[in-house]
């Protein structure tokens, strides 16, 4: 039988203000930055809770936060349109890109370049990819990709490569160094990605209450995962630090989880029991095994999932 995860601690309680749309660790795990509905972006220490920074500029929730392999910096965004870079030691604002040549759109996911601190990514509803310098405080994109034909949802880095989703149903991978471009049609609008430990394969979470299991080489389907509703919001996907187990909200509360090679049903729920505890924020640290997963009633909480 499968190790079951288990609840840790809670990082913040059942809050008033609002859900939480976005959670993510460092590098080390040792830190989580999570923000949403109350418009505050919170960096807290994962193992007791206790705030490090609390970072206040944003006029509408926020929808996508990240941190830079080093620590140092954090990203943040939403219906705002730009981004939002903040030094993390001292919680100051540092820079807001896109205020010039910026998203038309809210947007709905950020990440630092996989190797390059230097580089921020940004997807939006306006159907780009957006590659910013965040050296530098008045930039105007790097690069804009606008491939999508509807909202792109996820943002992916690995390596040179970049992989994005968006709600037209496609997985799309760019090799910047290479200036390849694939694209991978899934007929179904994706909420999330996440990929294997290997790399070699692609998980989507998709608005049609599945999960797709994929062959990144190919595009081939490996495995398809039902059980869990997930038609209205974008929820997010984990893969555990083994590729042994996949991890994903569920509308109906809480979170589930499937084992990869055992068939498509959840081996697990857990995490909460109604609508109004929805997991929509997830993020998992494979080197330690630790889950963080953000609530719309505003709680987050760190689990221990088998791997790690």
Request: proline share 4%.
């Amino acid at each position: 039988m499968p190790a079951h995860p288990h609840l840790l601690h809670t990082l913040t309680p059942t809050s008033a203000a609002g859900g939480v749309f976005t959670a993510r660790f460092s590098s080390t795990s040792n830190h989580v930055l999570h923000g949403g509905a109350s418009r505050i972006l919170h960096l807290v220490d994962a193992r007791s809770g206790a705030a490090l920074q609390t970072l206040s500029g944003h006029a509408h929730p926020i929808l996508a936060c990240g941190i830079s392999r080093s620590s140092n910096r954090l990203v943040s965004a939403g219906p705002d349109r730009t981004l939002f870079l903040w030094d993390a030691s001292s919680g100051t604002l540092v820079a807001r890109p896109g205020r010039r040549d910026g998203h038309l759109a809210r947007v709905n996911a950020v990440a630092f370049a996989a190797r390059n601190d230097e580089l921020v990514l940004s997807a939006s509803y306006d159907r780009s990819l957006r590659i910013w310098d965040a050296r530098n405080p008045h930039a105007r994109p790097i690069q804009v990709i606008s491939d999508a034909s509807d909202s792109v949802t996820a943002v992916l880095p690995d390596g040179d490569a970049i992989l994005t989703a968006s709600v037209d149903g496609c997985v799309r991978s760019y090799d910047i160094r290479k200036g390849m471009y694939n694209v991978d049609a899934l007929g179904a609008p994706i909420g999330s990605l996440a990929l294997t430990q290997d790399r070699l394969c692609i998980l989507a979470a998709c608005l049609d209450g599945s999960m797709r299991l994929l062959q990144r080489s190919t595009g081939d389907l490996l495995e398809l995962y039902r059980g869990h509703a997930n038609q209205h919001f974008q929820l997010g996907c984990a893969v555990s630090g083994d590729d042994a187990f996949l991890f994903c909200g569920d509308e109906g509360g809480g979170f589930c989880m499937y084992d990869v090679s055992q068939g498509k049903s959840p081996v697990w729920r857990g995490g909460g029991d109604n609508k109004e505890q929805v997991v929509a924020a997830m993020d998992l640290c494979p080197s330690t095994g630790l889950l963080v997963v953000g609530r719309h009633d505003g709680n987050v909480s760190l689990w221990k999932t088998g791997s790690g």
